[in-house]
Nanobody
Framework: QVHLVESGGGSVEAGGSLRLSCVAS????????MGWVRQAPGKEREGVAN????????YYADSVKGRFTISQDSAKNTLYLQMNNLKPEDTAMYYC???????????????WGQGTQVIVSS
């Protein structure tokens, strides 16, 4: 079982930055890959950034390429999402997720955190 706890969300103006964090606990074999998935009201879930834990391979949705960076600190069991040049359309609940069966997983993960809200005003 994997337990995921996100933090770092908040409200920022367009062009601003936020860094999301996700502390993971549980068996490491359940964290072969991790990612950040967002969902805005009335919209489908979108896998914005994925990382393969073993090799560090990353994947980004086209909507965030060049603006978001996913990274991990294995010593701290923590996953990060650095979000720069935020846009109003980035407003959503952001979820940390772990354990996938395919690459890139997009939004297809087995374990989920509770989410952290990001609001970007114009």
């Amino acid at each position: 079982q994997v337990h995921l706890v996100e933090s770092g969300g908040g409200s920022v103006e367009a062009g601003g930055s936020l860094r999301l964090s996700c502390v993971a606990s549980g068996y490491s074999e359940n964290r072969n890959c991790m990612g950040w998935v967002r969902q805005a009201p009335g919209k489908e879930r979108e896998g914005v950034a994925n990382i393969y834990i073993g090799g560090g391979t990353t994947y980004y949705a086209d909507s965030v390429k060049g603006r978001f960076t996913i990274s991990q600190d294995s010593a701290k069991n923590t996953l990060y999402l650095q979000m720069n040049n935020l846009k109003p359309e980035d407003t959503a609940m952001y979820y940390c997720a772990a354990d996938c069966d395919r690459w890139p997983p997009g939004s297809d993960f087995r374990y989920w955190g509770q989410g952290t809200q990001v609001i970007v005003s114009s």
